[in-house]
């Protein structure tokens, strides 16, 4: 069995912080695990539906990446102080 993909989202409501988390996997294989490190001792674990990261990944797609801090190009020669 081989690990495709992992996604994984961190979010917090309430003064709680939830993680869902999503396995793809290629290969066969009954017995397997997987270790998550969280931040802390979770209250609850809960199962939760196959599609919800795969549902929010469609409606919100995340924004965008900033623009580059330094987008022009440098058009001045570099000269050595010596000449």
Do not use: C
Not at 67 to 79: E, I, K, L
Request: no cysteine.
């Amino acid at each position: 069995m081989r690990l495709l993909r992992t996604t994984t989202l961190a979010a917090h409501h309430d003064g709680v912080e939830h993680y869902v988390t999503s396995f793809t996997f290629q290969g066969a294989g009954e017995d397997f695990g997987a270790i998550v490190p969280l931040p802390g001792v979770p209250t609850s674990i809960e199962r939760g539906g196959n599609w919800t990261l795969q549902r929010l990944e469609r409606e919100k797609p995340p924004p965008p990446p900033p623009p580059a801090r330094w987008s022009s190009p440098v058009t001045s020669p570099v000269t050595s102080p010596t000449g």
